[in-house]
């Protein structure tokens, strides 16, 4: 099996198990406990804080223990609203995470909110003058992804920052791709807010954080306990993120392998763009393990379906539902050409990847597309127009 879904989600870390195992097996009493068991726990939660801290350069006070990325975001989002109820625009772009655009414009179809969603250009750049010309004084939150999901292209967070604040709004950051993958420092970004995700950097499904800047008030989304400065009732899941504390210090330590993570990702990319009808999606800056790239003319789905049966896994950037194939939201905001986009697929290294494996990789995928250009998995060609119909299994992106 070669694994080149790492965006989706990643192997836990060998160390991260062993890290969190005392936890089940020994020191299993409840952190808020006034005995020894529950003094152990509750010092192992501040250990992986300081150790989440570190990663994203934080203090330790300034991060918040959640489940997900998705939680973190919904606090972050949550929790500003009725904070100061006079300002109610929220201002992203078009190429936000779900946990994010799906929750935006459910507050915004009910009226609590007042929604501005900032494109992107056909490399995947933010609109940053579409952004300053939306930011203004009603702005309540500036939110944006520091990586792409999709495409790996790593937006302008600095940039955003120095707007919202201008403006009087926070800055929420989405640096669940980007955590432990390229430095990611929340105070020198300019976030009030970041989220992240264990389960993208080597620890488990299940538990994430959010960095909340000193200063920076959020209203809890639920009630109970007060656990997590109030922000996040619910005992704490010390084992998981006792996991995240040891994932985190893991990733700091060798972020430097991300720069061989580059140079097989880019020799992943140069192999496959030799083949004819194909082509990149994304500009640089980019994360370095990320490469989005398109298979004119073939259905994405067809392809993740021939690389599984040889045991390579990656995504499709295109969603089928009910037969009806529809581009990723994605391609569509970068404006990609039908033919193109429908045959959008995802490969993601992590640290754990080998040369040997990209090599089989590459000439697996060159094997697969030469079989499938000569078989019927073949999308529209561009004047024949949107979605198309066909039968086939769905395959949609994860992550
Ligand atoms: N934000 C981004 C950019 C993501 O890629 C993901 C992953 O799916 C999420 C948020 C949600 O994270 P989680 O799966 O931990 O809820």
Request: aromatic content about 2%; hydrophobic content about 40%.
């Amino acid at each position: 099996m070669i694994y080149l879904d790492n965006n989706a989600t990643t192997r836990v870390a060998d160390e991260v198990i062993e890290a969190m195992a005392p936890w089940y097996r020994d020191h299993y009493g409840n952190p808020h406990s006034a005995h020894a068991l529950g003094r152990r726990a509750h010092d192992g939660i501040e250990q992986a804080r300081a150790e989440v801290a570190s990663l994203l350069r934080a203090r330790p006070q300034e991060i918040v223990f959640t489940s997900c990325g998705t939680e973190s975001n919904a606090i972050a989002i949550l929790g500003t609203l009725g904070q100061r109820p006079e300002r109610r625009k929220i201002v992203t772009s078009a190429v936000e995470h779900p946990s994010v655009l799906a929750l935006l414009g459910e507050l915004s179809r009910r009226g609590e909110i007042e929604l501005a969603t900032v494109g992107v250009d056909g490399d995947g750049r933010l609109d940053l003058e579409a952004l300053r010309r939306e930011v203004d004084s009603s702005t309540l939150l500036v939110t944006l992804m520091l990586a792409q999901n999709e495409t790996g292209v790593i937006h302008p967070v600095e940039d955003a920052a120095r707007i919202a604040a201008a403006a009087g709004a926070l800055l929420l950051v989405d640096a669940v791709q980007a955590a432990g993958k390229i430095e990611t420092d929340a105070g020198a970004l300019g976030a009030d807010l970041l989220s992240i995700s264990g389960h993208k950097l080597h620890a488990p499904k299940g538990i994430g954080a959010l960095y909340v800047r000193e200063g920076v008030t959020l209203s809890p989304i639920w009630r109970g306990g007060g656990q997590e400065n109030g922000l996040r009732s619910g005992t704490e899941a010390v084992p998981l993120i006792a996991g995240l504390g040891c994932a985190s210090r893991i990733a700091q330590q060798r972020l430097e392998l991300q720069a061989n993570v580059r140079l097989l990702r880019d020799a992943l990319e140069a192999r496959i763009l030799a083949i004819s009808a194909t082509s990149r999606n994304g500009a640089e800056p980019r994360l370095p393990n990320t490469a989005s790239l398109s298979f004119h003319g073939l259905f994405a789905d067809s392809i993740v379906a021939e690389l599984d049966a040889k045991g390579v896994c990656i995504s499709a950037g295109a969603a089928c539902h009910s037969g009806a194939v529809e581009p990723s939201s994605v391609m569509k905001a970068m404006g990609k050409p039908i033919d193109q986009a429908l045959g959008t697929v995802r490969f993601s290294l992590s640290r754990n990847t080998t040369a040997e494996e990209i090599e089989l990789a590459a000439a697996l995928v060159e094997e697969s597309v030469s079989h499938l250009r000569k078989g019927a998995a073949v999308a529209p060609r561009p004047e024949e127009g949107g979605g198309s119909t066909r039968s086939g299994r769905a395959a949609s992106q994860a992550g």
